[in-house]
DNA sequence: CGCGACGTTGACCTACCTCAATTGGCGTGG
DNA sequence: CCACGCCAATTGAGGTAGGTCAACGTCGCG
């Protein structure tokens, strides 16, 4: 369950970390996973961080809450990622975060954290550079509820998911899961569940994707990045190689380059 | 001109660096001190980062724009505020930076950022938090955008640009800066320039804010934040003083509370 | 077989957009 | 001191993308 990361963050982790470090932090997830039923809240707004949680299998999500019930869908985060570095940072949480589908994640409590942290000398770095990835996703999908239409919209959003699995660029076409029910969809682009489910039809008419058994088909990548307007440079998918030297020279102050 | 932030980040630099630091920090922001005019462009996207910059008087803004010129202002980076960490992080950056009008703003090459980081050992650890707040704040324009709609989009901008000048929830009323044009209030809360004016009127007409001479008047906070749903949670404006721990304690394995 | 979760459809509505002027304040040059 | 030009705010009229409400269809599962 915790070995087959198809997922950028876990592969930057294998590569990244030294094997004996690689095989301390799969032991400790598998140590501690822990399962979700579809919808359940993992973390809600406004409580104190508890545990440095890392997904194992399915998708969590970030959402934040109106007072009335209105709801917006922050970020998806896919197995291999950790949820967020709160446990390190913040007093108390300003989002919540549930299990789009059943969902495995490892819980990891501040003591085995630290120690964990200390068997991996680059683990901070990496987890700060998935932090800073994170945050230009964010600023994305700001752009994408803010300025694109509906279809661009969805398009852009499956895009990125679709990328965000494959690690590279690829030509041509291609599949991959896609955990969403098009309610989740709507919230996280800001529209209607309605709308979403036209503008879905209409991707479909245009042979721009297919959607089937939780996997998304995409008959030719450039067609539906064309019609997003894609551009993948956010998620910052090469200059993962240097993560870990880059933030490393901010914590030692070493210049470089 | 570097002596006066009014505003938060400054003031937790000043508190928790030591007296050294502190005088380090401000020299060198002072020796790399430039002016923009307004709507210049600091860093556009795509470019390799080349400076730390901190906004010393002014405001700058992220935006990010489509192939058609579609335009989104991201985030607002006031006085005393880093504009990113892309030095340390990024191979080139995801997203332009721009004036919102006249700007000052300190650009520390990689030489002497990286000796500042050795004089200040807290530092990185703040520039960290500070990554993790604006990370925070980008969340919140992302449920704004998607989920409130015009006047309450409009509101919670202004809440949320006061809350950050004063550091402190306030009781009653107060003002502070406002140097957005409505194009730009427009730009960064993904309406239309005409329509933010109708906005502005409606919250006139409730006194709700006075809007002159780039500042922001507003009668009852309390009144605007119920009209916004405001919640000042996201800007974490508590848990600074003990941000340097924490993200120490990630840094060092050191567990803690 | 019946129930629950999702997807789909139709009819109608409205918040916000678009386009196109017009107004007002202010700095600059004559 | 006035005239001009620029920039931002304002106004009006008309249009539309997307929302709302309320069914209905479909599939999987207990």
């Known amino acids: 369950m915790t070995g087959a990361y198809s997922v950028t963050f876990g592969r930057i982790l294998n590569r990244l970390l030294s094997s004996a470090e690689w095989m301390a932090w799969e ?23 508890a545990a440095l949680r890392v997904v194992l ?11 009335d019930g209105r709801r917006q869908i922050l970020a998806l985060v896919l197995p291999g990622q950790p949820c967020d570095l ?15 589908r059943r969902l495995t994640v490892a819980e990891i409590g501040r003591q085995e954290a630290g120690s964990l942290l200390r068997q991996c000398p680059n683990l901070a770095q990496l ?16 752009i994408n509820i803010g300025q694109r239409n ?5 398009a852009q959003l ?7 699995q494959h690690g590279i660029p690829v030509s041509g076409g291609g599949e991959c899961d896609f955990l969403l029910t098009q309610g989740q969809l709507a919230e996280a682009t800001g529209l209607t569940q309605v709308h979403v489910n036209r503008t879905v039809q209409q991707l479909r008419r ?4 297919e959607l089937r058994n939780l996997r998304l088909f995409i008959p030719d ?8 307007a894609f551009n993948a440079n956010y998620l910052h998918l090469d200059g993962t190689d240097r993560a870990v030297e880059r933030v490393t020279a901010l914590f030692r102050g070493i210049e470089r380059d």
């Not at 987890?127 to 994305?140: H, K, P, Y």
């Not at 245009?206 to 994707?209: E, I, L, N």
């Open 27 to 49: 032991a400790s997830l598998a140590r501690n996973a822990r399962d979700y039923a579809k919808g359940t809240d993992i973390v809600r707004e406004g409580e104190r961080p």
């Open 150 to 154: 509906a279809i661009e919209r969805v």
């Open 86 to 100: 709160d446990l390190f940072t913040v007093g108390r949480t300003d989002h919540s975060l549930s299990a789009v």
């Open 221 to 228: 990548f450039a067609e539906l990045a064309g019609i997003a």
């Open 57 to 67: 299998s399915g998708w969590a999500q970030k959402y934040k809450q109106l007072p």
């Open 127 to 142: 987890l700060c550079w998935g932090e800073i990835v994170t945050a230009a996703i964010q600023r994305e999908w700001t």
């Open 206 to 209: 245009r042979c721009a994707v």
């Open 158 to 164: 499956m895009c990125e998911i679709f990328a965000r």
